[in-house]
């Protein structure tokens, strides 16, 4: 499922909150509109969220009548509010610095011409994402034994990227290897339960939905025989941000001797940062603690905190699956030939 579409010129997003038990399609047509989309998790998933953002200033562009220095200050604009929504996950910032680096650069001389290039570009940043997904599951594919067990956290489907998954793309791509899948709730916004259990029963890949703090019970049972998470972003030492619970998923890899995988393409690197504590986390709403949907599970006032993100260190992590292949400590080298065969 492609959660984010282009269609008569519009953005049409399924609402990720209204899933599984309601499959909900919602329109946009402005850059304000479909950040507050990204803010309020209409749509969520790194690589989700940059496509999403990307179509966001193609929407400015379709409607703009100017010349092309007040686009480009228009599109900058747009592009620091779409921004602003979620600060962890830098596909977001990578594919909005692409957008405008592609307008600013664009030999179109015609505004009209060069607002329709913007279109074809986010629309390349979309079909760009889904190759990748591809090509990284076929590369974890390798990883995976047959008859394994596999455990996974979050969401990173096909619903969290412009199709078919990092983390997820790994287990589509070797399903005919795999025995069952762990699949933690991932509390407190339930997108495993909600969101990873949905895409694999659609496709009819065996699961088993657990909470989060029963990952280690079967570890210790060597029920689980690896772990494929996505990342939100990767700094260039190897240090990965991913949704919370993660680190705790790593720690018990390492004890039990089981690796730990990373699934992620080129867009989620960056290399400004060399340091994981370095990553900027989101504090979200306290009411996803408190609350389980519309039930309140905590006392009134109760002071809450809710990070969405941790940050696994490198040396706990066995591998970083990407486009190009499987990069293995030390990781730096290999994060940085990444991104430079990618041209960014």
Known sequence: MKPVLWKDNKVHMVDQRRLPTEEIWLTYETAVAVADAIKTMVVRGAPAIGVAAAYGLALEALTFEGTRDSLLSTLEAKAAILEATRPTAINLKWALDRMLRFARKSSHSDVKELCSALVKEAQEIHAEDIRLCRTIGEAGATLIPHGAKVLTHCNAGALATGDYGTALGVIRSARDKISYVWV??????????RLTAWELMKEEIPCRLICDNMAGHFMQRRMVDAVVVGADRITANGAVANKIGTYNLAVLCRFHEIPFYVAAPYS????NLSDGMD?????????????????QIAPDNVPVANPAFDVTPPELVSAIITERGVIKAPFAPGLAELVEAAGR
């Open 184 to 193: 933690d709730e991932t509390r407190p916004f339930l997108q495993g339960a």
């Open 279 to 295: 990553i900027p986390i989101e504090e979200r709403d306290r009411r996803e603690v408190t609350h389980v949907g519309q039930t």
């Open 268 to 271: 989620t690197v960056d290399l």
